[in-house]
């Protein structure tokens, strides 16, 4: 059984590239396995937002054309935990110099999906 972040993450990825949702799987990689470039990935973050509003903003600036899709679902799950509160969006060089920058690398999975 898909997790919620799973099937959502699959689902909008099917519909971006207009094909069934079966036929994506975690493993494949965005670039090479289904020809996703930087802005195809901005607006399928964007598709995210959608589906789940209340989270606040998808952290565009983690999403790599080498990420697999089981990588964007984890992505999806940590966004989700975070409740918007993620501030993973501004390059390091836009922040205040007296702010740390934050951790690039997703938190930990949490259990709230």
Known sequence: MK?????????VLARY???DDLAIEDRQVMLRDLALQNFDLALI?????????????????LLRP?????????LH???MCQGGS???ELPDT??????APPSRDPPDRCSCV
Not at 3 to 11: E, K
Request: no cysteine; net charge negative.
């Open 3 to 11: 997790s919620r972040s799973q099937a959502t993450v699959h689902r």
């Open 94 to 99: 836009e922040r205040a110099p007296e702010t």
């Open 45 to 61: 973050g964007f598709e995210l937002v959608t589906a789940d509003p209340e989270h606040g903003p998808f952290p565009l600036a």
């Open 66 to 74: 080498e990420m697999t899709v089981g990588d964007l679902v984890q």
């Open 17 to 19: 590239l207009d094909i």
């Open 77 to 79: 799950e940590a966004w």
């Open 86 to 88: 993620w501030d993973a």
